[in-house]
Structures are given as structure tokens and as C-alpha cells.
């Protein structure tokens, strides 16, 4: 049989197989940022390393925008890095972003190489104009000087069509109530101009958005909510409406969050129990850091027949009731 040389491959086959030694980092989950975990996976190099073999490859590698999709920005280094990138995306009419930017807080940002409050600023105006072009968006804030720009440009950069997932992640020391208060008094804002047709994944740590009137929190496969004070979270009639009108559903995921708490205010009143949300599709249910008689009430209102996986975090309290429900 006559051997091919690697290097006489047609361009077409080459593509291919590039992008298919680059790994995918969403085959566990849709979300890159963990509750309380710094480390997140790095993105695959093979694109680096291909574009270095020989010309050709280095020609095709760089004609090949689905190989530089992926902007990862955690150090001011990479800011450099991601314009490049972008460049070379933006040679196709349909290229996709893959999106993380990762903040540290003030006291602990290194000028020159770390993100904090001036990086940010950069960050936005590079990325917004390709928002229209956005697949999935991770951002983690550590300061407040950077929420304020973080909250600055998602309501103003306007619609994301093809936006699927939408990860937003905001957790500081506050050290002072003063503190706390000037970073949670303001409202939430509308981020996208409450256009994001295509999304299906999200994920709010720390975060809240305006409940009322976001009309994307519908439709979704995976949610995921933590580290929400009781102040910042929905109303149940919220938390109703946004499970009932997501019946393909498959991941739900609550870590210190959850429905406002029943406080015998009439826009807080939970419905009765026998007046369940049917979640047909949902096959993992994540439980963390929630109180027993909170957690016994919010899964009582839950009918899930699908569910393959339960997994809970809790603290060391009394949990018989709950329990005595899922048994």
C-alpha cells in the first residue's frame, strides 16, 4: 500500500483533524467558575502548537477560526493574547466565542499581572464589540469598582443572539457594612438589553438580576444559583415562573440559594405544597449549604420523576424531615 505523507493531506482533513485534538472544556458542565474554588480548567494549547510545526500548518492553523475561539483572561498578559485571537476569528462571518474573565480583588492585584479595576475597562471594550458573536460569557468580579463597570457594559452592549451560556460570578470581603452596603444597595440592572434568544445554561453566584423582568430565565437546561443573601434572591413567584417555563430542564443546581424565604409578606407567600413544579427532564438535582426546614419546603414543591442524581453539601443539623420526604 502507498504511504501518504502527513503533509500532502488536503487542507479540508488537516482542519479537521485540529480541531479535534483540541479538548473540549465543557464535558462536565456548561460553567467554568466554582463556588468558593479558584482553579478552573485551562484551555487546550494544540492550536498553539499545530500553527508551530511548519508554514502550512501554521497557514491553515491560522485560516482555521474555530481554533482561536476560546478567550481566556486571567492575567494582563492575555489581553495581548485575545485581540490576536479575535482577529483571527473574525475572518469568519459566524465564529463563536467561548468567553472566561477571571478579577481579583484590589488588595490582592499585581500591576502588570493581574486583572483588576483598569483591566477590566480594557477587557469590556475589546470583547463588546464581538458580542453578537458570543456562545458562552464567564466572568468573576472580586472587587466593586469592577462590578460597577461589569454592571456598566452588560447593560449597555445590547442583544447576545447566539449566547447559550451565561455565567456571572461576584463574591468579596466586604470588611465593613458600610462596605456591603455600598456594593448591594443599587438594583440589579438589564444586562443584553434582555435579548438572548439562545440561551440555555446559567449560572449566578453572587449575583441577582432583576427577576422580575428578565424574560430570558425561561427555557433553560442547567441552572445554577449560590451564595445569595436572602435580600438579593427571587421571589418563589419568580422561582415558580422561571422552573415552570423550563421544562427541558436537566440540571439544577442551588448552593445557599434558592426562593426568598416565607416571611408572611403577601409578595413573599410561598404556594401550598400540594401545588408541585413539575420538572419532567430533570436528571440531577445539587443541594448546598441549605437549612433543614428550608430545604424539606423547597423540595416538597418539587416533582421530579427523573432525577438520577441527588447530591448534598449540608451543614451538621437535623435533617430527618428531609429525609423522610425523599424516602
Known sequence: MKQVSVHVLPVELLTRIFYLGVDSLYQDSPFLLKPNQDFYPFPSTTHIVVSHVCRRWRQIALRTPSLWNTIHLREKVHIGRAATYLQRCST???????????????????????????????????????????????????????KLSARHYLSTCGPAPRLETLQLYHFEDYKTSQNLYNATYRPPVVVFHNSLPSLRSVSLIGVNLPWT????????????????????RPSYECWHRMLLHSPELRSLNLHYSGPKLDTGA????????????????????????????????????????AVRTMTWDLPDQDFSGFIELIT
Open 266 to 305: 403577601r409578595d413573599l407567600a410561598w404556594r401550598e405544597p400540594t401545588d408541585k413544579i413539575a420538572l419532567w427532564k430533570l436528571s440531577e438535582l445539587r443541594l448546598t449549604d441549605l437549612d433543614p426546614g428550608y430545604l424539606r419546603d423547597l423540595v416538597e414543591r418539587l416533582f421530579l420523576p
Open 92 to 146: 469568519s462571518v459566524n465564529y463563536l466565542l467561548d468567553i472566561l474573565v477571571d478579577t481579583v480583588a484590589d488588595e490582592e492585584h499585581i500591576s502588570g499581572v493581574t486583572l483588576c479595576r483598569d483591566e477590566i475597562v480594557q477587557i469590556f471594550e475589546l470583547i463588546v464589540p464581538h458580542v453578537t458573536h458570543w456562545r458562552s460569557f464567564h466572568l468573576k468580579i472580586r472587587d466593586n469598582d469592577c
Open 213 to 232: 423582568c428578565s424574560p430570558y430565565l425561561t427555557k433553560l437546561h442547567t441552572l445554577e444559583l449560590a451564595l445569595h443573601p436572602g435580600s438579593i
